[in-house]
């Protein structure tokens, strides 16, 4: 069950990566970012929430063998 934990926090990355590239498309064409900056930020927390249960995931199995 604990292989299902480091499954999210690498969904968790690959889906705010995903958002950050989709922002920078977005400004790259010329979209008003206003709109999109509260995007962007969500985009980013995810990410490092993701990478953050990603570390303590490979750190609780390093203490428990």
């Keep these: 069950m604990k292989k ?3 499954f999210a926090a690498i969904f968790q990355i ?5 958002a950050i590239v ?3 498309i977005l ?3 010329g979209e008003p ?3 999109w900056t509260v995007t962007l ?3 980013i927390a995810f ?3 993701g990478a953050i249960n990603a ?5 609780s199995n390093k203490t428990q063998k």
């Design 4 to 6: 299902w934990n480091l």
């Design 14 to 18: 690959v889906v705010g990566i995903a």
């Design 22 to 24: 989709a922002y920078i």
């Design 27 to 29: 400004a790259t064409s």
């Design 33 to 35: 970012m206003g709109k």
């Design 41 to 43: 930020i969500l985009a």
């Design 47 to 49: 990410v490092v929430i």
């Design 55 to 59: 570390v303590d995931h490979v750190r």
